[in-house]
């Protein structure tokens, strides 16, 4: 789309008053697929945009040798119920046989259907644990994993030459729902998934034993969470059932304070053993532990993402073996400190905007690689691994690694579906005083270096 030619509009979605430039520049397709704000324009996502993308992914999967079939999942937000079928309907129409999810389910219960369907991509409605006027169109390939670069570079390149509204073929939801172009996911196959974490156990004893108190932060990992623990654990009532608004905590991610603050305090009644939280796909999974009379809330450095079922099971079964030791989670990270030193790590989102925010992002990326800095604050970089021309095994992608003296590391990449750019930071000392004291002095030397 041409720049200089941007159009601001005022619009309410959900009850929130929203800004910004809509029309002149458009959402981006990156390894995530799309997330944007909700509403009218290019550059927000409505059905037009869904439809839109839609039809590249179609068109993507009818060009190759992968099954034509599709899973569709999706959560919790404003509009995912009506994306997913928009989604389904342009599928369905363009020879696309549709498996859809009937009701909410979490990303990785998506990812697990579009292998055991063996189906040739997958999509789920989502904007993960972005604020409620996000929504996005996440896009999975044949493996279930989030699509490969290659794909993405395909789609991406379509998208940039299509029209918004001409070659884009759909149909109505309700007539290729009884036609057999779109069926529903039966509930087999959720039990099925369920079925697979619970046989990854290292021991196959069950997850029950501990008191556990859940938060879904009204997003959709409820059921399945209901499904893995069955009587054992006590739902935050302001946060089980699912609102897009999320009207508790603004920024729905289970990493941070604010968003499991309702489950704290709970937790301060109920005195359970862990406190789990989940983000609204839940593929991102939070975790407060008894610790010295309190809560101590592990995320980032201790809890990995992208299969919050899974990741609350390994917890339990962790938080259930130490138990046994006379231990709690807490006491078994201090214990690992005390023995290896202590090793932290943040992730810094820097958000970029206006209809020149992609060229702003690609231009930092440029010049971190023409000039790269000798030092980042007090710490001499030692290496740098630039995952889009080095031999790194991997594939090629937009990431710049810069190993530090000392075992401290800065990361950064552009965001695949936002306007932001990413850096994870990771530092180590003897104590954690000491850590974090170099961890937040790198953070403020990454916004020095950066200039942001």
Known sequence: ?????????????????????????????????????????????????????????????????????????????????????????????????????????????????????????????????????????????????????????????????RSYFGNICSGDFDALLASGSIHWIPDKLLDAYIDSILSLRVTKDGLSGLKLVYTPLNGSGKECVEKLFKNDLTLVPEQAETDGNFPTCPYPNPEIREAMQKGLKLSRIVKPDLLIGTDPDYDRCGVAVPDKGSYRLLSGTHVRDKDGVNAAALLCKAASWYQKRGMTLASAIDALYERFGCYVHLQLSLAFSGADAMAQIASVMQRLRENPPASIGSLSVSAITDYLTGPTGLPRSDVLAFRLTGGASVVVRPSGTELKLKLYLSANADTRAAAVAQLRALETACRTLLQF
């Open 1 to 161: 789309m041409p720049t200089g030619m941007e159009s601001t509009i005022k619009v309410r979605v959900g009850g929130f008053l929203l800004t910004g430039v809509v029309f002149g520049c458009e959402l981006s397709f990156g390894t995530g697929g799309l997330r944007g704000i909700l509403g009218a324009g290019t550059n927000r996502m409505n059905v037009h945009i869904v439809r839109r993308a839609a039809q590249a992914v179609a068109e993507y999967l009818n060009g190759t040798v992968l099954p034509k079939r599709a899973a569709i999942g999706y959560d919790s937000r404003i509009g995912s119920a009506r994306f997913a079928r928009e989604t389904a309907a342009v599928f369905a129409s363009n020879g696309i046989e549709v498996c859809l999810y009937p009701r909410l389910e979490p990303v990785p219960a998506l990812s697990f259907a579009v292998r055991a369907l063996s189906c040739g991509v997958g999509v789920c409605i989502t904007a993960s644990h972005n604020p409620a006027q996000y929504n996005g169109f996440k896009v999975y390939g044949s493996d279930g994993c989030q699509l490969t670069p290659a794909g993405v570079a395909q789609i991406a390149a379509d998208l940039r030459n």
